[in-house]
C-alpha cells in the first residue's frame, strides 16, 4: 500500500503499545519511551520498501518488477531488517538507548512495534493485487488478497483522525485534522471517488472527532483501528461476492474455458464497485478479459463506477458486470517468447495478467488496453537495442505458470 497507509498504520500501532504497557517511573522516560515507540513502529511500518534501491539493478521495467516487494518482503528477511533497524536506533539515539538499558517494558515495546510494524507492512501489501511472496525462498509463489485498493482513505481518515490528537501544536493539529477531509474531497471532485464513498470518509472522520472529545484519545484510536478490521471483513466479504458473480458469468459466455485466475482490484472506499480481470484456458487457447462489476447495480451501475480508477468508459451491463476489452493469446506462443527472450522470462514472473500485443507485453491489472503502465516491456525493442538480461533474476513463482505448463 501507499507508505501514508504504511506510515499512519505504525503510529497507530506505536501509540497503542506505548498505552496499553504498564507506566514508566517519570515523566521524562514515559516520553522518551512514547516517542521511541512511535518512531520504531513507523519505520518498521515502512521497512521493506527500502528494496526501491534494488530496482536499479535490471533495466526497466524489470528492475521495478523483480526487485520491488522482493527479499525484503518475505518472512525470511523479516530478522536481518529488525536487527538493523535496532542497530541503527541504539547508535544514534543516547536517549532511547539509556532507556533500554534500564527498562524491561521499553525493550518489550520496542520488540512489538518492529515486529509487529515489519508483519503489519506484509500483511497491508499482502491485500491488494500486486500480491506478494512471503514464504520465498521456500515457496516462490505469489500471494494475492484482492480486496484494498494500493492507496485507501477509508486507513487514512480511521488512523489518522485519532492520530491528529497527539499533535501538542494546535495549528498543527488543526491543519492534519482538515487534510484528512479535504483531500478526499479534491478526489472526489477529480473523479476517483463517488460522493456516496466521500460522506461514509466525512461520516468515520465526525465520529473520530467526537470520540476523541467525548471519550478518550485511546477510544478513538481503538475505534478507529476496529473501523479499519471491519473494512477490511467488509470488502473481503464483497470479493467473495465478485468472485461468484464473475464464475457465473464466464460459465454462460465461455462454458469450455476453464477459469484459470480472477483477479479483483478494488475501488478506494467503494465496496461495491471492481476492476476485474479473467484469465480462462481452453486447450492451447487462453482469454484475458477486463472489465467492471458493480455489486449492487441499482444503487450503483458499471458505468456510475469512477471512471479515473479503471480508465476505460464502461457500457450497462445486465447484472452489473460489463467486460471492456478481450485479448485471445496461443499458450505455444508465451512459451516460445519465453524460450527466446530473456527479458521476457524475467517479466513472465511478475505477470499475472499478461498481454502481449505489437511487441510490448503489460500486466493489464495496471491500465486499460492500449495504455502502458510501469510493468509494460517492449521486449522487441529491447532485444533489437541490445538490452543486457537481467542478472540476477530473483527466483520467484511464475503467476501464470498454468499457461506455461510449468506445474
Not at 464513498?197 to 470520540?211: E, H, Q, R
Request: hydrophobic share 50%; charged share 15%; net charge positive.
Amino acid at each position: 500500500m501507499d507508505n501514508l497507509t504504511h506510515s499512519l498504520a505504525g503510529l497507530a500501532l506505536g501509540e497503542l503499545t506505548h498505552r496499553l504497557l504498564p507506566r514508566e517511573p517519570d515523566a521524562g522516560r514515559a516520553g522518551t519511551r512514547r516517542r521511541l515507540l512511535l518512531t520504531c513502529a513507523a519505520i518498521a511500518s515502512n521497512f521493506p520498501d527500502l528494496d526501491l534501491v534494488l530496482t536499479l539493478l535490471a533495466p526497466e521495467p524489470l528492475g521495478y518488477l523483480l526487485h520491488h516487494r522482493g527479499h525484503t518482503h518475505t518472512l525470511l528477511y523479516a530478522l536481518p531488517q529488525a536487527l538493523l533497524l535496532l542497530a541503527a536506533i541504539w547508535l544514534v539515539w543516547p536517549a532511547a538507548r539509556a532507556l533500554l538499558r534500564t527498562s524491561p517494558q521499553a525493550r518489550l515495546g520496542v520488540g512489538a512495534s518492529i515486529g509487529l510494524g515489519l508483519l503489519l507492512h506484509f500483511g497491508m501489501d499482502a491485500m491488494n493485487v500486486y500480491g506478494i511472496h512471503p514464504f520465498a525462498p521456500f515457496d516462490p509463489r505469489w500471494f494475492y488478497g484482492d480486496i484494498v485498493f494500493i492507496v485507501e482513505p477509508v486507513f487514512w481518515v480511521a488512523l489518522g483522525t485519532p492520530l491528529a490528537a497527539h499533535v501538542a501544536r494546535p495549528w498543527l493539529r488543526r491543519t492534519f485534522l482538515a487534510l484528512l477531509l479535504v483531500v478526499p474531497g479534491l478526489f472526489t471532485l477529480a473523479g476517483f471517488l463517488q460522493w456516496g464513498s466521500f460522506a461514509a470518509l466525512a461520516a468515520i472522520w465526525l465520529l473520530s472527532a467526537w470520540l476523541t472529545r467525548r471519550a478518550s484519545e485511546r477510544s478513538a484510536l481503538v475505534s478507529g483501528v476496529a473501523l479499519v478490521l471491519g473494512f477490511v471483513l467488509v470488502q473481503a466479504g464483497s470479493a467473495r461476492l465478485a468472485r461468484e458473480q464473475v464464475a457465473a458469468n464466464l460459465a454462460r459466455l465461455d462454458p469450455g474455458a476453464r477459469i484459470l485466475d480472477t483477479a479483483l482490484s478494488a475501488f478506494p472506499a467503494n465496496p461495491l464497485c471492481w476492476t476485474v480481470i479473467s484469465v480462462t484456458g481452453s486447450g492451447d487457447a487462453y482469454r484475458v478479459r477486463r472489465g467492471v462489476l458493480s455489486l449492487a447495480p441499482g444503487v450503483t451501475p458499471a458505468a456510475a463506477c469512477p471512471f479515473n480508477i479503471h480508465g476505460e468508459y464502461v457500457g450497462q451491463a445486465p447484472g452489473g458486470l460489463s467486460w471492456t476489452w478481450e485479448e485471445r493469446g496461443s499458450k505455444a506462443r508465451l512459451q516460445a517468447l519465453r524460450a527466446a527472450d530473456c527479458r521476457f522470462d524475467a517479466w513472465l514472473r511478475f505477470a499475472r495478467t499478461p498481454s502481449v500485443s505489437g511487441g510490448v507485453a503489460t500486466d493489464v491489472r495496471y491500465a486499460p488496453r492500449g495504455q502502458r503502465n510501469f510493468s509494460s516491456l517492449p521486449y522487441v525493442q529491447q532485444a533489437e537495442a541490445g538490452t543486457p538480461c537481467p542478472a540476477p533474476v530473483p527466483q520467484w513463482g511464475y503467476p501464470r505458470a498454468d499457461l506455461l505448463d510449468l506445474h
